[in-house]
């Protein structure tokens, strides 16, 4: 529930990480049985995995790539399917997603065609409540 009582519905389904940690978001997503060292007090493991299935691996480089800011080759993200709750979204001038190109004869003292191109668009956050990021190592 929000802060103003109202519930937000859908369940997280995609994971979104770094190359770093494919390996460990494929192992959680599609291995039924997690095997655990055993510790000192004797406590009993369980060995199923709960989380098989659920959560969606998507491997993005640009998460621990250092000429982004931010960058984290250890932090992840869990997000709600798109269709439900949307924590990013793209906007269009006019609604045209695509991009417009424009051509025209050179000048005089030049032969050839003119050509430029330009997409008007913008991006912005949407709903916070869609997504959370975990840092991963401290």
């Avoid at 190359?19 to 095997?35: C, D, I």
């Amino acid at each position: 529930k929000t802060g103003d009582g109202k519930r937000v519905g859908g369940q997280p389904t995609i994971l979104l990480v770094p190359p770093e940690l494919e390996f460990n978001a494929l192992r959680l997503y599609q291995s039924t049985n997690v095997v655990a060292a055993g510790g000192s007090s004797g406590a009993t493991i369980p060995d199923g995995n709960i989380h098989a299935g659920k959560y969606r691996p998507v491997v993005v480089p640009w998460l621990s790539d250092s000429n982004f800011s931010g960058y984290s080759a250890t932090a992840w993200y869990l997000f709600r399917p798109v269709t439900v709750l949307a924590a990013i979204v793209v906007s269009f001038l006019n609604g045209v997603q695509t991009p417009t190109v424009e051509s025209a004869d050179a000048d005089f003292d030049m032969l050839g065609i003119q050509f430029r191109g330009y997409h008007d668009f913008g991006v912005d956050l949407a709903e916070f409540l869609a997504g959370v990021k975990n840092k991963g190592a401290a």
